[in-house]
């Protein structure tokens, strides 16, 4: 179902899957969308470097309060790594900071990339990019690098579910790899670009990135960012509803009349027993999400996030 919920219609409410173009910030993306929408209540899960291209995840009215749940879910890059050239963002926006002999290149075999993407794959411990955003001291850490500061960032733990070459091109002292990756939120794929260079003593880094998934959403089902500004599709065409978007991250949990109010009111509920306890989408009887909540292997459910059914822009 697409659009608003009946309760909503005053405000658009929802999720949007925006295709980015490249060349924009994801706040970029949010403040366009704000116009297009003519609300303010607009939000975004998961940065997109201006370099980056697809699925950005978008948030408008009360639906925003979904987005810290869109956040964590898994992730699906399509992506070209150079080797044979390292940059100091590890990207292809980067100055050059190495570039290895054409010789060694151009005699590294398919296996030792292979290799090296093995090892780059399943639970891994990953250092972001020193121009990435997280934060040191209050700081971004792209903020300290371009002024000039040493940055130290500590590996974090990541999972790289899948990371596929579809296709190897080789050029005098260069090797481009056309790959798909799979992987967990928070996995920064510049370095995996930078890691597997590294690991064949030749540098690396990343010249395209396109994420076409985030969690159950696809890019195949995104709305490009000029359709929406430009007015030849409109952002409540092209909503999901709130109920939808949240079915499909969640199991749905479906109350009756009562408990949907006491669970409005921010009451305790007691149920059966789930097949799988943890975070639900709770939808009243008439279709409307009421809260995301945790539900025990007991039976008790408590609210995690609250959906007010009208909220004041």
Same mark, same amino acid.
């Given at each position: 179902m697409?659009?608003?919920t009946?309760?909503?219609?005053?405000?658009?409410?929802?999720i949007?899957?925006?295709d980015?173009?490249?060349g924009? /910030?994801?706040?970029?993306?949010?403040?366009?969308?704000?116009?297009?929408?003519?609300?303010?209540k607009?939000?975004?899960?998961? $940065?997109? *470097?201006?370099?980056a291209?697809?699925?950005?995840?978008?948030?408008?009215?009360?639906a925003?309060?979904?987005l810290?749940?869109?956040?964590?879910?898994?992730?699906?890059?399509? @992506?070209?790594?150079?080797?044979?050239? @390292?940059?100091?963002? +590890?990207?292809?926006?980067?100055?050059? !900071?190495?570039? %290895?002999?054409?010789?060694?290149?151009?005699?590294?075999?398919?296996d030792?990339? =292979? @290799?090296?993407?093995?090892?780059?794959?399943g639970?891994?411990?990953?250092?972001?990019? $020193?121009?990435?955003a997280?934060?040191v001291?209050?700081? #971004?850490?792209y903020a300290r %690098?371009?002024?000039?500061?040493t940055?130290?960032?500590?590996? #974090?733990?990541?999972?790289?579910?899948a990371?596929d070459?579809?296709?190897? #091109?080789?050029?005098?002292g260069?090797? +481009?790899? *056309?790959?798909?990756?799979?992987?967990?939120?928070? /996995?920064?794929?510049?370095?995996?670009?930078? *890691?597997?260079? @590294?690991?064949l003593?030749?540098?690396?880094?990343? !010249?395209?990135?396109?994420?076409?998934?985030?969690?159950?959403?696809?890019?195949?089902?995104?709305?490009?960012? &000029?359709?929406?500004?430009?007015?030849?599709?409109a952002?409540?065409?092209?909503?999901?509803?709130?109920?939808?978007?949240?079915?499909?991250?969640?199991p749905?949990?479906?109350? &009756?009349?009562?408990?949907?109010?006491?669970?409005?009111?921010?009451?305790?509920?007691?149920? +059966?027993?789930?097949?799988?306890?943890?975070?639900? =989408?709770?939808?009243?009887?008439d279709g409307?999400?009421?809260a995301?909540v945790?539900?025990?292997?007991?039976?008790?459910? #408590?609210?995690?996030?609250?959906?007010?059914?009208?909220?004041? &822009?």
């Amino acid at each position: 179902m697409r659009g608003n919920t009946l309760d909503d219609v005053s405000q658009p409410n929802g999720i949007l899957l925006v295709d980015k173009p490249q060349g924009l /910030t994801s706040h970029d993306v949010v403040a366009r969308v704000r116009r297009a929408a003519g609300t303010r209540k607009v939000g975004h899960a998961g $940065t997109l *470097d201006p370099m980056a291209t697809g699925l950005l995840i978008i948030g408008v009215g009360t639906a925003t309060r979904l987005l810290t749940h869109v956040v964590g879910t898994g992730k699906v890059y399509e @992506a070209t790594i150079r080797l044979g050239e @390292a940059t100091v963002t +590890d990207d292809a926006e980067g100055e050059l !900071t190495e570039k %290895a002999d054409a010789a060694v290149v151009d005699v590294i075999v398919e296996d030792a990339v =292979a @290799a090296g993407i093995r090892a780059l794959t399943g639970p891994i411990e990953q250092v972001p990019s $020193t121009v990435s955003a997280i934060k040191v001291d209050g700081k #971004r850490a792209y903020a300290r %690098a371009r002024a000039g500061e040493t940055v130290e960032l500590k590996a #974090r733990p990541v999972t790289i579910d899948a990371f596929d070459v579809s296709e190897l #091109r080789r050029m005098p002292g260069l090797i +481009d790899l *056309d790959v798909r990756v799979a992987c967990s939120s928070g /996995t920064y794929i510049r370095a995996l670009a930078r *890691d597997l260079g @590294a690991g064949l003593g030749i540098g690396g880094h990343l !010249t395209m990135l396109r994420r076409s998934a985030v969690g159950p959403f696809d890019v195949v089902a995104a709305t490009p960012l &000029d359709a929406l500004v430009s007015g030849e599709v409109a952002v409540a065409d092209v909503l999901l509803a709130p109920t939808d978007a949240a079915s499909l991250l969640f199991p749905r949990l479906e109350l &009756d009349v009562q408990q949907a109010v006491d669970l409005g009111h921010g009451k305790k509920l007691q149920v +059966d027993a789930p097949a799988v306890p943890g975070i639900h =989408a709770a939808v009243a009887p008439d279709g409307r999400l009421v809260a995301l909540v945790t539900v025990s292997a007991t039976g008790v459910v #408590r609210v995690e996030t609250g959906f007010p059914a009208v909220e004041e &822009d």
